[in-house]
């Protein structure tokens, strides 16, 4: 073996040891208690209260809110809007959960709704911080959400609060159908009005199809999403199946340009909620809207306010807060 | 030639010899430089005095005499975060490196990369039907594993594909490749057609990030790196043999089947590892190489080497300027190495080639 062989071989073993050495130490630091997964399917296996919580999930940063657990949050997100001037650190969440921000707020806890690589939930959980998964995907419904807010209760120690929640949610929640019904017989005869909810225009017509949270806020308000019937979960509808239901009633996002709604080979442009000037643009407080939690109630009222000219009534949120929950201003 | 004339180009080559040397030496000592800089760039600041503490908790034996003046939180960001993710850089970026110079030198022909033989279009089926078709049999691995068997897998059927009686030709070898990565690319598109809602997990995967890599993944990649990048650097002089023609390489006694054989798996074997946990990341292959033959020449002695430091280190401060252009923010760094690489290889093209691809 000559010289230059043998300082390669020297070289290819000292590098192997010193990585072996980084790894061994790594495995030192992250030798600590693991992090769980926790969904609302966990069970009685939760861990014991968590005080520093990042949420990365607008719908849980306002649920803790209302709880009276946002004491409880170390940091938030970009697109948290509930409570408004919001006193905690933005963490990146997009492409990918800022890990660094993460730890360095000595966080017990990260909320989510989006999918994470398994890589960076893997980092978390191995250095001891719990990953709640909160769905906003198909699937889920009111019921789901009671129970999203029956967990974070659960994790904060303020479940007595989630119950009361729950409840309001469910009174309201038959309060406004019944309106919706009886508003229905005065105006339409009973017929439901065919809806379509706009969300994104982003490479195609994104909607709200069966099994969504958005798809409830239909069947409470007495409409019918012409999406529905077509699939499950968020998806983009072809456009020959909006010409063919013509929707009565619009709901945009308030991303959606209302002018290209008319313009030339556009399924709305023949649509009898563009005839009749039905066409609502939610610009409040998107995320009432968009994210499943407590507030969804008020987004109900808010179309049927808006579909029906009629202000049906809610019984009030149970729990004093400094800030109103419902930007709409219906009451 | 005289004696004296004898002596002094004896003399010149021992020179220049060493001079590459000194070269490999003095990119080495960059690279070192890059790491430890790089350690600093993250979206939570870290003040150098915990930085080089927490550096000697991680030296064995030494680790009882340094202050632990540093937070928890910190020693994470460090160890747990920064420190593979670079070590990450450099294990990849050295991989493409080497795998390019390889390649380059099989197939004589400067626009090829190790891609070219399908590695990329076969980890990219394997990642995409991974996320679309929801494999979880690795469990939260199964995206890095699928990766490496449908990239290591594609570079056979095009290995298979392209011999003929028992010889590789390298057009046939680059036109097998290209035509099946086409193939594989049609059915990854097919993949993203049937769940567009996943596009944009795979857009993420398709343009390359480090920011994924943690001790576990990195530990089993940088050892196949390694194992596979010296044996590609065994493989030196038959190399520089077939650059200049596989007759040549024959009558020099090289069994270039053989030797043609050895690199490919042992390219196929090492990009294949690295791009399962990083994604694709393009440019560094191709260019690292030239890079590396402009500063020393053709000899694949110096140019294996080289190109494995100048890809490590082009790959670390590509990661450095995705981490840090937006603080919190990682932009896939496929898009930094084609912002920042094309300009800096046209220049570079431009200033040290001195003419040697003109003609």
Known sequence: ?331 | MNVLENERVTAFVQRSREMKYVWIGFLFFLLIITILLSDFIGSVRIPIQSLLEIYGSQIPFLSHFVPHGYTLAQEQIIVQLREPEILGGVVIGASLGIGGAAIQSIFRNPISEPYIIGLSSGASLGAVASIVLGFTIFGIYTQQITAFVFGLSVVFIVYFFALKGGKIHPTYLLLTGVAVSFFVSAIVALLLFTNINLQGEVFFWLLGSLENINWTVLYPVAIVVLITSYAIYLQHRELDAIQMGDMHARSVGVNVERTKRITIFMVALGVSASVSISGLIGFVGLVMPHLSRMLLGGSNRHVIPASGILGAIFLICADDIARGIVPGVVIPIGIVTGIIGVPFLMYFMRKLTGGRYEG
């Open chain 1, 1 to 331: 073996m000559n010289s230059r062989l043998k300082i390669v071989i020297a070289v290819v073993v000292a590098l192997a040891v010193v990585l072996g050495s980084v790894i061994i130490y790594h495995e030192d630091v992250a030798g600590k208690v693991k992090g769980e997964i926790i969904t609302i399917n966990t069970g009685d296996n939760l861990p014991l209260k968590l005080t520093r919580i990042v949420s990365l999930d607008p719908a849980a940063t306002a649920t803790l809110y209302a709880l009276g657990a946002y004491k409880y949050l170390v940091g938030g997100n970009s697109y948290d809007s509930y409570p408004p001037n919001e006193n905690i650190p933005n963490v990146t969440d997009y492409p990918s959960m800022d890990l660094e921000q993460i730890y360095n707020l000595s966080a017990d806890a990260v909320i989510s709704f989006d999918n994470y690589s398994g890589a960076q939930i893997s980092q978390l959980l191995n250095n001891g911080i719990d990953y709640v998964f909160l769905s906003s995907d198909a699937g889920v419904n009111f019921s789901v959400i009671e129970r999203q807010n029956t967990l974070l209760g659960e994790l904060t120690g303020t479940v007595a609060n989630a119950t009361v929640m729950n409840q309001w949610m469910n009174v309201s929640l038959s309060a406004l159908h019944l309106d919706a019904l009886s508003y229905d017989q005065s105006e339409y005869n009973g017929t439901p009005l065919r809806g379509f909810y706009y969300l994104s225009s982003f490479g195609g017509y994104w909607t709200a199809g069966n099994d969504t949270f958005v798809n409830s806020y239909f069947q409470y308000a007495d409409l019918i999403n012409i999406a529905a019937p077509y699939d499950n979960g968020f998806y983009s509808i072809n456009p020959e199946n909006i010409v063919n239901d013509s929707p009565q009633v619009l709901i945009l996002d308030s991303y959606i340009n209302v002018s290209s709604l008319n313009s030339s080979g556009s399924p709305f442009a023949s649509s009898p909620a563009l005839m009749n000037g039905k066409i609502y643009t939610t610009t409040a407080d998107e995320n009432m809207f968009s994210e499943p939690n407590f507030r969804d109630i008020f987004a109900i009222q808010w179309i049927i306010y808006m579909v029906y000219g009629q202000n049906p009534a809610l019984p009030n949120f149970p729990i004093n807060l400094t800030y109103n929950p419902n930007p709409n201003g219906v009451s």
